[in-house]
C-alpha cells in the first residue's frame, strides 16, 4: 500500500512538474510580437499608394529581432455590414519592408484591386490580423486562426 502511494505522489509530482514547464513556454509562444493602432480606410486619391481607397495602419515591431516582411489579413463590409464587393470582402496582403526590432511603420494597402463600384463612403474594417512574420534571421511566427486579431463593431 505504502509503494501505491509513493508511485501516486510521484507520478502527481511530475505531472505538476510538467504542467508548470508547459505552461511557461506556452505563454511565450502565445505573445504577441507586433501591435497595430489606428486601422481605417481613407477615399480618394493617394499619390502611388492608391486611386480610389485604401486601407491605413500603424505596425509596430515588438520583438527583438528585425521583420524581413509580414502577412495581414482584414475583412472589409459597407456601413450596413454587407460585403461590398463582388468577391470575396477577405483581404490579405503581403507587406514586404524591414522593420527594426522596436520600431513602428506607418502602412497603406491599396484595395484599387478589390473595387467594382468607386465607394461612397469608408469600409469598415473588422478582424485584421497578422498571419505571418518572417524575421531577416529566417524564423517564422505565425497565427493561423487571427487570436491577436483587432475587432470593430459592425452595425
Known amino acids: 500500500m505504502k509503494n501505491n502511494k509513493s508511485k501516486i505522489a510521484g507520478s502527481l509530482f511530475l505531472l505538476f512538474v510538467s504542467l508548470i514547464s508547459f505552461s511557461c513556454c506556452t505563454t511565450e509562444a502565445l505573445s504577441s510580437p507586433y501591435l497595430i493602432s489606428n486601422p481605417h480606410v481613407e477615399l480618394g486619391e493617394y499619390e502611388n499608394a492608391h486611386n480610389f481607397a485604401g486601407m491605413y495602419f ?7 529581432k528585425k521583420i524581413e516582411n509580414f502577412t495581414i489579413s482584414f475583412l472589409l463590409y459597407d456601413s450596413d455590414g454587407n460585403n461590398p464587393f463582388v468577391g470575396s470582402n477577405c483581404i490579405v496582403s503581403k507587406c514586404e519592408w524591414p522593420i527594426q526590432s ?16 468607386v465607394p461612397d463612403e469608408e469600409y469598415q474594417i473588422d478582424y485584421l490580423y497578422v498571419r505571418q512574420i518572417t524575421y531577416e534571421d529566417g524564423s517564422v511566427w505565425r497565427d493561423p486562426y487571427g487570436m491577436y486579431c483587432v475587432r470593430e463593431a459592425v452595425e
Open 58 to 64: 500603424s505596425f509596430y515591431n515588438g520583438s527583438d
Open 102 to 117: 522596436d520600431s513602428s511603420i506607418d502602412f497603406i494597402i491599396n484595395l484599387d484591386p478589390y473595387i467594382s463600384v
